[in-house]
């Protein structure tokens, strides 16, 4: 994955990962302490970022903010909790699970209107899109993940809006943006 806008060091990934972590392990009783305030001036900065959780290759959990005005410090913890714990998808994550799961932290850069389709690049950017009051976002690596070209990617962020998936053609708003990925190697 390319460095977007900050290119953040091994110490502030590292202490980014061991925020989530601790934070999950600490609800479920597993640890009793979770770091404390970063003195990090760009750790403080306010950006939106998703936390996924995977078991293996399979998902796990996943939520985030497009944007946020708290420090991405406050940020990345509420979000770790609500991927572990909030993700309609599936069942909280369970004391005996957390050796099992691998944290992802994606950092996203502001949305940019998409006015073309032709200026999406798979494996660079990840995609919003809003409709009547509904909207659907998908990761950069989701596209690259499942060798995506850019219309089946456009298409599939329609369905995960709950739209048809040629909605995009039709007064729908399409945005783009990058993300810096921030994961635990196994």
């Not at 995977?54 to 944007?67: D, F, M, P, T």
Request: aromatic letters at 6%.
């Amino acid at each position: 994955m390319q460095d977007v806008e900050h290119g953040y060091s091994e110490q502030q990934r590292s202490e980014l990962l061991n925020l989530a972590r601790q934070t999950i392990t600490a609800r479920l009783g597993l640890a009793s302490k979770i770091p404390g305030r970063t003195s990090d001036p760009v750790l403080l900065e306010p950006r939106g970022l998703f936390v996924t959780l995977r078991k293996g290759e399979a998902l796990r959990g996943c939520i985030g903010q497009v944007e946020s005005q708290s420090p991405l410090w406050d940020t990345v913890p509420e979000m770790a909790l609500a991927a572990a714990f909030q993700d309609p998808r599936f069942p909280p994550l369970g004391a005996a699970e957390t050796g099992d799961v691998t944290i992802e932290i994606s950092v996203l850069t502001p949305l940019s209107k998409v006015t073309d389709p032709n200026e999406i690049e798979i494996g660079r950017h990840g995609l919003m899109i809003e409709k009547s009051g509904l909207s659907g976002l998908l990761l950069p690596q989701v596209a690259s993940s499942r060798n995506w070209d850019t219309l089946t990617f456009v298409r599939e962020t329609c369905v995960k809006a709950g739209l048809s998936p040629d909605e995009w053609k039709s007064g729908a708003t399409l945005w783009k943006f990058e993300a810096e990925i921030i994961e635990e190697t196994t």
